[in-house]
């Protein structure tokens, strides 16, 4: 994942704006001795044994990178409070996949954040397609989100994980244009 430099403080977006963050990054279980609330990376997750994960319920996060088998966490989903999903380069779209597959076939209420490199033009499919938070210390998008320009098409063609009004046209395949929310 990429770090931000001193010079840029990765701030918590959500479309509500941006907000403090009331999560910390740690690298294994010790950090849930403390009342914070804690997202962990998939391996210190799975090391948890059930008894911390019940104590920690509210307080979980579990951090993925692209690679890891998102099956890995599906039945700890109820767990969990957040599930953080990286984008260490901007040409790596797994985890967009992730966070579909999290909010349709695993109907996973908590919070799903984008991490690492979240662009500007990936913003409105971000959203589409289930996250909701953002952890944002690109420079340029940091600018566009304090002027309130989340940027994106007004249409979009397919379906997502968040539904697709239908047309005020009343055009018979409304799914396939339907303005962008």
Request: aromatic fraction near 8%; proline fraction near 5%.
């Given at each position: ?8 403080k ?37 090391e ?103 940027g994106?098409?007004p ?27």
């Open positions: 994942m990429t770090e931000a430099t001193p010079e840029t990765i701030r918590l977006w959500t479309s509500q704006g941006f907000r403090d963050d009331g999560w910390v990054h740690a690298e294994d279980a010790g950090a849930l001795a403390g009342n914070s609330r804690v997202i962990l990376p998939l391996q210190a997750f799975l948890l044994d059930p008894a911390q994960r019940n104590a920690a319920k509210e307080r979980l996060g579990v951090s993925l990178q692209p690679g890891d088998q998102l099956e890995a966490i599906v039945e700890f989903l109820d767990d969990l409070a957040l599930v953080a999903l990286a984008f260490p380069a901007f040409n790596d779209g797994r985890s967009f996949s992730k966070a579909e597959l999290l909010r349709s076939r695993h109907n996973f209420e908590g919070a799903v954040r984008a991490t690492g490199q979240v662009l500007i033009d990936q913003l409105p499919h971000m959203l589409r397609v289930g996250f909701n938070e953002f952890e944002v210390s690109h420079p340029v998008l940091l600018k566009r989100l304090e002027a309130g320009e989340v994106g098409l249409l979009h063609y397919q379906p997502a994980a968040k539904a697709a009004q239908p047309s005020e046209k009343g055009a018979k395949y409304t799914w396939r244009r339907a303005a962008a929310t």
